[in-house]
């Protein structure tokens, strides 16, 4: 199109105005262009693309024919499946009903609201972290961390508080409080908490110190109030030995993930200490813990330490189970942060020596969030195995989500229904794990860890 | 390093403290002071200790716990199952953390000599079997020679698998695995010839089968397995009252007494039942117990026959029949015979 | 502590109390640490003996003269009913042996492929091998061994339908059965011809690198390496008239026999230790190519070299220093997590030992002590070795 606006004039002057651009030619976009780029960019590449997709089809095909098209949805118990389909299909009603055991375990079935108000609360309470425009975030954060067990444990377990129980349990209802009103007065105040209370019930002008006496009455009468709570709140006692499936599981792994963390890091700091002794030590706990399997670990406790103590003393079989998972999982732990701290340059610590920073100053303020965050997926990867590896506590008796599962094939009204719970919980699994690892591929990306070309 | 020295001396001042304290405590002390019994059952499998959707424990051995604990506390729900897998099941019987064993557990010499176990009766008597397809055409297990055999392991099962093929100058091929299941899997999808167990579980597996005819049941027992309940060596009293109580149940169906008639017998003129029930005679006292009681447990769970006939006689799903085997009472030709109450 | 923090410490001790003395803490730490540690250990030592003692229960290691009497469905190493229970450990140890050493090549060689495909320019290759990855290492081992087995391996057809090759090789749902090598008279001569040819091709390979670094000429010895290793063992075998003769496996009653055969378990214990390793392992490879910068290929290539070379000489060996340590530590977990044999009865070190042996011996102290000093032992010599070649390749910060 030849027209005149290309041509300089004294009253229009030369504008420049891009042709659009032709199509692309049909053997570069569109479906077909793409599978010739992706999957048939040669020979090999075609021969690899049809095997792949020959091996996700016949997998698939098996898969979903035994878990859907085949299934048996409705039965009365395990007979009337295998009349209607034999062991060609699955058998799901056996799965359904032992549903609230393979969540819960035995846990009175009258008082399962108590894991899951638990499991609320643990949600709501770590909400803020990502909700925008609150700042206290590593408080909140921690308290999740540290006070949040004591009310979930009264949950769980319940029973008579003692005062320093009582005490405890309203520390961590005052902390949950203290969590969402800090996340309100920072959203739409942007003050903290204390500042808030300072603010509305005295005027600007006065000086700090009353501020800030204020806002500690404040803080009391948030723990008063949930002190008060907390000793009215009375739940009916589930031993441990109630507890059990995919709750028994998280509590396990949860208090595993917990705990290793700090004690890896301390740890790792033996380690590294330059006092023999500590050192020694420290390598040679990691060492131990490190090079036998899990299982053996406990057996060790679960069968042996009853021998270790003195007779007539009792230790809680989830309560060994548990010992044995957090020395276990501090051990890898400890090693996974001496990896970071050995990327740590050591420009670093003079730095810090330099500033006057002391051990634990340089260790807490410089060295640690560094050596963290570098080693964000590998401590995620670290917690996910602990997650799976909760599985072999079902070797020592305690009815975790696998013991549960094997339970449903004992039952005599589906005896020898083996295959769908296992399946079932293996979905499960899956869940769990592939959420964290996304998780941890979504933090890795935003802090920006990994190095990119 | 003179404060650190003073400090080990005190430590270890109050561990050996800790650790004198606590020691001569005897099994039925520690059982009422906690209130409850440690009663160690397997992993669940029907017929002896099951568990139900619910979360109830059920069972000819669960029932044996419960027997224990009625005696004790006048209630049979004060206890607390542990449900271990086998291999660690003497460990924690040994180590202190159950107070009794009652898991289908066979008596043999090595274990009641050697591993710090006490045997106090037998509750079921059972013998090893074996299970094969029909098409096979096996009639006997002499057939089997050569034969890959699906075996429960860690049991004694496995023992006499070995020693049956070894005793017939027979080839054994075996499969073993700790849970049933995946051995029944096994042996359904033919991963062997024949499934071997002890036989009050062939017949309640085979029933689950697709279809149970197509398997059969061989002829030969290959093993005797008395089992029953097993306590700690060297706490002999503790170890007279799991005995006495088996005793009594067998004792009371010899002499007619169960759960629905136990008022009128409590009035009866016999001076077995007068001793059984604790009416004449201090039998319960010299044990620590109260006289009375074997009326506690039978009010509660009723006799032996009750319990066989409740859990695993012919009308339940595990179905095994009690007439002509050696489950049935000494009077009947079988094996249950009770030491005399006296 | 830092070496400077405590340089400062030591400097203000002079002027201070001795309280602040950093070496005076240290000791002090050291013998509270050390009072702790005795004061515990000779706590649970005694409170053991107390309770061994009153409950009866045997501790020492006298049953290991004790004959076992159970049969053990696959051993490395003759066994039989009548053997003692330190023979089954022997066993156990060389089973679980020898599921690490298999499961160690495999798992490899998937992973290598699997990191390599995870690069991969074909999307369905590489989403699939995405997927792959985080499906089976998203879920646990226990239940993915378990799988295997009953989705796999207990499905094959029966001894009588078996998938054969050539009549040699047969796989059924009773194992894999393949030829056992019966030598005859004289094939200890190609064993020795073998040797010869591996020292030759490690001379060879030997000889060239230093020829390569002083002249820049370079042989290839790894193929002539290769060729002489083949060959040279070859030829003795044919010449001495292959004195090899072969027990092949045929059906009898209910089984194959003759021959070698591994077990189902076993196929299914390697495939899904293997396959769950070689997850970890392709996220290994992949991530220690990627963190080689591209500077580096840009700069051989710059410099002229040929992109096999850039791999070999170039990428390759620093990206080995980032793969290499925790490539070793999956394999020590690979052979940790062969303990995991437990769950479909394949007779490893803790099946064995720690399950079926406990159980009919019940000396719990001992079994488990000495379980655990094997795994022990295993990690710390592949420590031992890890950290000699992490000192070889570290990079030396000045």
Aim: net charge positive; charged share 15%.
């Amino acid at each position: 199109m030849p027209d005149e606006s290309r041509l300089a004039t004294a009253d229009r002057p030369l504008v420049f105005a891009p042709k659009p651009s032709r199509a692309p030619p049909s053997s570069a976009i569109g479906p077909i262009a793409w599978m010739r780029a992706n999957l048939f960019s040669s020979v090999s590449n075609a021969l690899l693309t049809l095997l792949g997709a020959y091996i996700v089809i016949v997998v698939f095909a098996a898969i979903i024919n035994w878990a859907l098209v085949d299934a048996v949805w409705e039965a009365s118990n395990r007979r009337e499946c295998l009349d209607k389909v034999g062991r060609a299909g699955a058998c799901w009603p056996g799965v359904i009903a032992w549903i609230p055991n393979l969540l819960y375990g035995l846990y009175p079935k009258d008082q399962v609201w108590r894991i899951n108000a638990a499991f609320l609360m643990l949600v709501v309470w770590a909400l803020p972290l990502w909700l925008p425009g609150v700042r206290s975030k590593l408080a909140i954060g921690l308290s999740a961390v540290l006070l949040y067990p004591f009310p979930a444990s009264y949950f769980f377990h319940g029973g008579e508080q003692d005062l320093l129980w009582t005490a405890l349990i309203a520390l961590g209802l005052a902390a949950f409080a203290w969590v969402w009103l800090t996340t309100f007065s920072e959203r739409f105040t942007g003050l903290s908490f204390g500042a808030f209370v300072a603010r509305v019930t005295g005027d600007a002008e006065q000086p700090e110190e009353s501020a800030r006496l204020r806002a500690r009455i404040g803080y009391a009468v948030l723990y008063l109030a949930a002190l008060a709570l907390a000793a009215q709140w009375s739940l009916s006692e589930v031993p441990t030995r109630y507890w059990g499936g995919l709750f028994l599981t998280l509590v396990i792994s949860g208090i595993g993930i917990t705990f290793s963390l700090p004690a890896g890091v301390m740890l790792a700091l033996g380690r590294r200490s330059h006092m023999p002794f500590i050192s020694l030590c420290s390598t040679a706990f990691i060492e131990l813990f490190r090079s036998v399997p899990l299982i053996t670990i406990l057996f060790m406790f679960n069968t042996m330490l009853p021998l270790f103590l003195p007779v007539g003393v009792e230790v809680n079989r989830l309560v060994r189970a548990i010992v044995a998972v957090c020395l276990f999982a501090a051990a890898y732990m400890a090693e996974i942060v001496r990896g970071g701290l050995q990327a740590i340059l050591r420009g670093q610590y003079e730095a810090a020596a330099a500033v006057g920073l002391g051990f634990w100053q340089s260790t807490a303020l410089v060295i640690m969030p560094q050596a963290l965050r570098i080693m964000i997926p590998t401590i995620v990867g670290n917690f996910i195995g602990l997650f799976k590896d909760t599985t072999l506590v079902s070797i020592i008796g305690l009815f975790d989500l696998l013991s549960m599962a094997r339970a449903v094939g004992e039952d005599t009204t589906w005896l020898g229904l083996f295959l769908e719970p296992f399946f079932f919980i293996t979905l499960i699994y899956f869940v769990f794990c592939f959420l964290m690892s996304q998780y941890s591929l979504n933090l890795e990306r935003r802090l920006g860890a990994g190095q990119r070309r | 390093m003179k404060k650190s020295l003073t400090l080990l001396g005190a430590a270890s001042v109050l561990f050996a403290m800790t650790g004198a304290d606590a020691g001569a405590q005897q099994t039925l002390a520690q059982v009422k002071q906690r209130g409850a019994l440690n009663c160690q059952v397997g992993l669940p499998t029907p017929g002896f200790y099951a568990l139900s959707a619910d979360g109830k424990w059920s069972g000819l051995d669960v029932d044996m716990c419960r027997a224990v604990a009625a005696a004790i506390f006048d209630d049979p729900d004060k206890v607390r199952y542990q449900s271990v897998t086998s291999a660690v099941r003497f460990t924690s019987l040994a180590n202190g953390e159950s107070d009794m064993l009652s898991r289908t557990t066979t008596w043999t010499a090595v274990r009641d000599s050697q591993l710090g176990l006490e045997f106090v009766g037998v509750n079921f008597y059972d013998g090893q079997g074996f299970l094969v397809p029909k098409a096979s055409g096996i009639k006997s297990a002499r057939e089997l020679d050569g034969a890959t055999v699906c075996v429960l392991t860690g049991t004694t099962t496995e023992l006499n698998l070995a020693d049956y093929f070894r005793a017939n100058n027979m080839r054994l091929q075996a499969v073993t695995n700790e849970n049933v299941n995946v051995l029944v899997e096994t042996y359904l999808g033919g991963g062997c010839d024949a499934y071997t167990n002890d036989k009050s579980g062939l017949a309640a597996r085979r029933s689950a089968f697709p279809t149970p005819d197509d398997h059969v049941i061989l002829p030969e027992t290959i093993s005797k397995e008395p089992l029953g309940p097993v306590v700690r060596h060297g706490d002999q009293n503790w170890g007279d009252i799991v005995r006495w109580v088996l005793m009594g149940l067998i004792e009371a169906e010899e002499l007619g007494v169960n759960s629905r008639n136990l008022d009128e017998m409590l009035k009866s003129d016999n001076p077995n039942i007068k001793r059984l029930l604790g009416v004449e005679g201090n039998i319960g006292q010299g044990m620590g117990l109260t006289n009375d009681f074997m009326v506690r447990v039978i009010r509660h769970l009723g006799n032996y026959g009750e319990l066989y006939e409740r859990h695993v006689g012919a009308n339940t799903p595990v179905g095994i029949p009690r007439e002509e085997s050696l489950n049935a009472l000494w009077t009947k030709g079988g094996l249950m015979y009770a030491m005399p109450f006296r | 502590m830092t070496a400077a923090t405590q340089r400062s410490a030591a400097g203000a001790s002079r002027t201070t109390s001795i309280v602040n003395d950093a070496f005076v803490r240290g000791v002090f730490y050291q013998l509270l640490t050390a009072a702790i540690l005795v004061g515990g250990l000779w706590y649970l030592v005694s409170n053991t003996i107390e309770n061994l003692s009153q409950r009866g229960m045997a501790a020492g290691f006298d049953f290991l003269g004790y004959s076992a009497g159970f049969n053990i469905v696959f051993t490395l190493i003759p066994y039989r009913e009548g053997d003692s229970y330190l023979r089954v450990f022997q066993v156990g140890i060389a089973n679980t042996l020898l599921v690490a050493a298999i499961g160690i090549v495999l798992a490899t060689a998937i992973g290598l492929v699997m990191g390599l495909a995870r690069l991969s320019t074909n999307w369905l290759i590489r989403n699939l091998a995405r997927w792959y990855v985080e499906v089976l290492r998203n879920t646990p081992l226990l239940l993915q061994i378990i799988a295997w087995y009953f989705g796999f391996f207990n499905l094959l057809p029966v001894p009588r339908q078996s998938i054969e090759w050539g009549g040699t090789f047969f796989l059924n749902n009773r194992g894999f059965y393949f030829p056992a090598p019966v030598p005859q008279d004289g094939f200890g001569w190609t064993g020795v011809a073998l040797g010869l040819g591996i020292v030759a091709a490690v001379a060879i390979h030997r000889w060239a690198r230093r020829r390569l670094e002083a002249t820049g000429r370079s042989f290839p010895s790894v193929l002539v390496g290769t060729g002489l290793v083949v060959l040279l063992p070859t030829a003795t075998f044919l010449l001495t008239g292959s004195p090899l003769a072969w027990d092949i496996p045929a059906l009898r009653g209910f089984n194959f026999r003759g021959g070698l055969s591994v077990p189902p378990t076993f196929c299914a214990l390697i495939v899904a230790l293997s396959i769950y390793t070689s997850c970890f392992i392709a996220e290994i490879v992949r991530a220690g190519i990627q963190s080689v910068s591209h500077g580096q290929t840009e700069a051989a290539r710059a410099l002229g070299v040929k992109p096999a070379r850039i791999m070999r000489f170039v990428i390759l060996p620093q990206a080995l220093r980032v793969i290499v340590p925790p490539l070793i530590s999956q394999y020590l977990n690979l052979t940790k997590n062969s303990s995991l044999a437990i769950a479909i009865g394949f007779p490893d070190l803790v099946s064995v030992w720690m399950n079926t042996s406990l159980n009919q011996s019940g000396r719990a102290i001992p079994i488990v002590a000495m379980t655990m000093g094997f795994y022990c032992a295993v990690s710390l010599t592949v420590s031992l070795l890890m950290n000699l070649y992490n000192r070889r390749v570290q990079i030396t910060e000045r």
